[in-house]
């Protein structure tokens, strides 16, 4: 999928930066530049939150909210409503003012009649969500396209990351900062909304969407085990992986979230460790202050909640 334009054909553009051109038009091109700054609204990071578990407060959305996704450069959150089975589940996104978030509604470019999740994104604005819509026939759940600051334009289903049979699926997505890899996480279904086994593998772009990489699998050899693993979570750097598994015995298992650590983007993660955060707790993401973001059940509700570091 192509994301420019062709660089190499700047038509006028390209003679206004001809030397005399440039000389011409320097003073005006700066008078157009201070006047379109003072019309444009500046843009906001997400604020600082406290080393204490605190709720998300987004400004005009009252509904439930799971699997948020702080960009890259903090001014946007992006999250789905609730998912479960029957539910008409749809992502949406806020943005950063210089107090918290504001609702700005369902994201466009994204929306089928299936079910449409897990929202992820690169700095360079490569958007990539989970959506079921043509599983049946192609066995794909992956989708990605481009995203303009309002909506998600010519988003497409990632073909090499079909599965090898229906019931097999993957369910989650996270995409590095640089977007030269992609986590996913994939799982056995037999007819529970639970998966029978879920563990985390690595997707890399090629000219023709993101395809499987197995030989980089040994980097979550000491990540994936006998339970689930799912809903990855990357720092900008890459040396950080957060997760979700299921923990305690059962009938008391409650979803926590671990994080894993690693010396070099080539190198393997570490052997996780679990996060101190209470209550039944998925979804990490990761916020370019290091603040992160997950989603908690708070009465039977899902709320986005974050918690410094």
Known sequence: MQYVGNLG????????????AFRRTAASAALCFALFASLVPPAFAAPPASKKAEPVRIEGYTGEAMEPFVSRDGRFLFFNTRND???NTNIHFAEATDSGFTYRGVLFGTISYDLDAVPTMAANKRFCFVSPREYRRTRVSVWCGAFDGTKVNNAVPQDGLATDRLGRLIF????SADGRTMI??????SGSDVPDDADLYVAQP???GFTRTPDANARL?????????????LSEDGLELFFTRP???WPFTQPKIYRAIRGGPDQPFGKPEQLNIDGWVEGPSLAPDGTLYFHRRVEGRFQIWRQGR
């Open 184 to 189: 996913y996480a994939e799982g056995t279904y």
């Open 172 to 175: 989650d997505v996270e995409l």
């Open 221 to 233: 050899t000491k990540v994936n085990s006998s339970s689930l693993e799912y809903a990855p979570a």
């Open 85 to 87: 089975p029957g539910s």
């Open 247 to 249: 923990t305690g015995i």
């Open 9 to 20: 054909d700047w038509g006028p553009a390209q003679r206004m930066f001809e030397p005399t």
């Open 206 to 208: 090629t000219p023709t």
